[in-house]
Every structure is written in structure tokens, then in C-alpha cells.
């Protein structure tokens, strides 16, 4: 039978976001033995201000938490409510226990895991699209947000799964994160920008540059003022989705010269992010030029998004989170989360 908590989340999806929204907050709170101001609670659970308010008013009511002037504490209640929910969704839902071993192995803070294998079945990016947009909803501020976005297969298909709700009291505006590489038309980060907005009723500033090209070109495109633009804005996103690229798959894509290309094999490098190529390891084995949000960027943005699908990715998944900053949330499916998680046994 299918779990009551999956249940509720296609039913009622927005009972399904309060639900996780309060149970971050009791994690949260359940971590300090001290009373916690309510600033500081708020830049743990990623949420603002006066969202934290709304929903510590209620839980205060119902008796789960307790507030003075010295701050926020779990009550007594609060924290038998919390074991009872870990203990029932551990019992239902049958990712919970696969989501908290994958955050550990992984060293990661949020974790997200749908039915299925994207490399089988073509359906498992909606679902992963489906939950993209519920983790922008609940933690993406109301007003003005920008978002820089990557380009790839996987964003290109999730981007289909949002909706107008996403923008609901809020002004979106894309950006791609980087500039043109090879393969499709719809894959690049220019038109996974358009496409997320145009199903967001939202805005999207374009950047039409190339990513690979020399100095001498790199200056001419730099006095273009919607070049500029573009740039300069990706760099002030608050909210960034990206994705991870099998590094032969990238190679290809970014037309690297034969020299290049044997570098890549010769040093065994399995995955790419931001041009950057890495080893099993998470070791910088090639960067390449490019332009927009760079690798270095990622510390500073308060919300990443990180989807991937298929167990083909496994490798360069686990790779990945060995160069990137840990912070924000890894969406993936059953397919890739079952294939790694199977290596920590046969190690």
C-alpha cells in the first residue's frame, strides 16, 4: 500500500509543504538544548523572517513550541511529537530511511528521492519537476527572485513540470548560469531559462555568447550592455538549478580538442559542473573558460537546487559533492540513490 505521506502529497500538496515546513523547524529546534532567537532559526531552516513568524505562532498554539523574549524552544510535547513522526515516517514512507542514509553518505543537508530511474523511464522528470517547484515554493521569498539556471537534458525536462503557482506573489526572473555549449537547441541554458519562465509566467533575461571562446572575443562580447547585463545578474541570483554532467557526455558538448579529451581520460575524470571536470574523487582534473555563474559562486547563493535522474549518473553524482558546497537541496531518483548507496556495501 502506497504511504499515507505520499497520499497527502498528491492530494493536497499544500498540506504536504506546511508538513515538511514545521517538521524543519522542530529539527531545527530539537538540535539546542538553549532557547534560539528567531533570526538565527530562520537562516537554519532557509526561510524568512516572517514566514518563520507565521508558522511559530501556530506551533506555540498547539503547544509544540515555546517563546519568550529569550527566544525559541522545542517544548517537552514538541519533542515527543517530533520522535513520534521520525519513528512513523521511517515505518511508512519507504524513502525516508534511503533519503537520510544518502544525506549521510553524501555529507549533504536536504535530500529528496522519487520513485523510479530516469535512465528507464522517461516519467520520472515529471515527478522530479513536480518537487523542484514545491522546494522553490516553500523556500523562495515572496517579491523579487532571480534565478540562474544551467542547461542539460534533465533541466530541459523538469522545466516542463512548472506552473504558474510558482510565481504566485512573486516576480521571477531567469537567467541562464552559463553561455552556449554544443548539443540540442533545447538542452542549453538559454532555453532552459526561457522555458521555466515561459511556464512560470514569469521573466527571462537571455544571454546569446558562446562559452568557449578566446580573451580577444571574450572583451568584445563584455562591452555589449545585454551581455553584461545578463551576466552581472546570474551573479546575484539568490536561487540557482543545476544539474550534473557525465564528463564524456560534457567533453562532447564542449568540443574539446583531441589533447584535451585524452587529458580527461588519461586522468579519469567522470563528471562536469560549471566547466569544471572532476575524478571520482571530486579532483579538479581540467577547467575550461566560460561565462556566467562560476564554481566559486555556489557558497554565496542561499538556495541550490541539484536534480538528477537516471543510475547512470551515480558516480558523477557522489563525485560532485565532494567539490561543491554541501548546502541545499539534492533531488534525485530511486535509480540513482539505489546505485550509489549499493556501492557503500561493496566497497
Known amino acids: 500500500m502506497q504511504d499515507v ?17 514545521r517538521l524543519s523547524i522542530l529539527r531545527a529546534l530539537s538540535k539546542h538544548t538553549q532557547r534560539v532567537g528567531r533570526k538565527f532559526l530562520s537562516a537554519e531552516v532557509n526561510l524568512s523572517e516572517r514566514s ?21 524552544q522545542l517544548t517537552v510535547f514538541g ?5 513520534s513522526v521520525d519513528v ?60 540562474a539556471v544551467t542547461g542539460g537534458s534533465t533541466l530541459s525536462k523538469i522545466g516542463r513540470s512548472f506552473t504558474p503557482e510558482l510565481s504566485r506573489n512573486r516576480q521571477l526572473m531567469f537567467v541562464p548560469a552559463r553561455g552556449g555549449v554544443g548539443g540540442s537547441y533545447d538542452i542549453q541554458s538559454n532555453s532552459v531559462g526561457g522555458l521555466m519562465a ?5 521573466t527571462y533575461v537571455p ?3 558562446p562559452e568557449n571562446v578566446d580573451e580577444r572575443m571574450s572583451k568584445i562580447f563584455f562591452t555589449d550592455p545585454s551581455i553584461k547585463y545578463a551576466i552581472e545578474l546570474s551573479k546575484k541570483a539568490n536561487c540557482l538549478i543545476l544539474s550534473v554532467g557525465v564528463a564524456e557526455v560534457m567533453a562532447k558538448r564542449h568540443n574539446v580538442s583531441q589533447e584535451q579529451f585524452e587529458q580527461l581520460k588519461a586522468k579519469q575524470a567522470i563528471g562536469e559542473v560549471f566547466g569544471v571536470f572532476f575524478d571520482k574523487n571530486g579532483a579538479e582534473v581540467m577547467r575550461l573558460p566560460r561565462y ?30 565532494k567539490l561543491v558546497p554541501n548546502h541545499g537541496w539534492l533531488v534525485c531518483d530511486e535509480g540513482i540513490a539505489t546505485k550509489v548507496l549499493s556501492g557503500i556495501n561493496t566497497r
Open 5 to 21: 505521506f505520499s497520499l497527502i502529497q498528491t492530494i493536497v500538496p499544500q498540506i504536504s509543504d506546511e508538513f515538511g515546513l
Open 292 to 321: 556566467g555563474v562560476q564554481l566559486d559562486d555556489l557558497e554565496r547563493i542561499p538556495l541550490l537546487l541539484t536534480i538528477v535522474g537516471g543510475a547512470s549518473k551515480a558516480e558523477a553524482m557522489k563525485a560532485h559533492y
Open 207 to 209: 544571454l546569446f555568447v
Open 79 to 83: 519533542r515527543g511529537i517530533l520522535e
Open 52 to 72: 518563520l513568524r507565521t508558522a511559530i505562532e501556530s506551533m506555540k498554539q498547539q503547544g509544540l513550541v515555546d517563546v519568550n523574549n529569550a527566544g525559541i
Open 88 to 147: 512513523a515516517l521511517a515505518e511508512s514512507n519507504r524513502f525516508y530511511e534511503m533519503e537520510q542514509r544518502l544525506k549521510q553518505y553524501l555529507q549533504i543537508e536536504h535530500c529528496y528521492i522519487v520513485p523510479g530511474d530516469a535512465d528507464q523511464d522517461e516519467q520520472v522528470y515529471e515527478l522530479l519537476g513536480n518537487v523542484a517547484q514545491r522546494l522553490l515554493i516553500r523556500y523562495l521569498a515572496e517579491g523579487q527572485n532571480v534565478v
Open 198 to 202: 515561459n511556464q512560470t509566467h514569469s
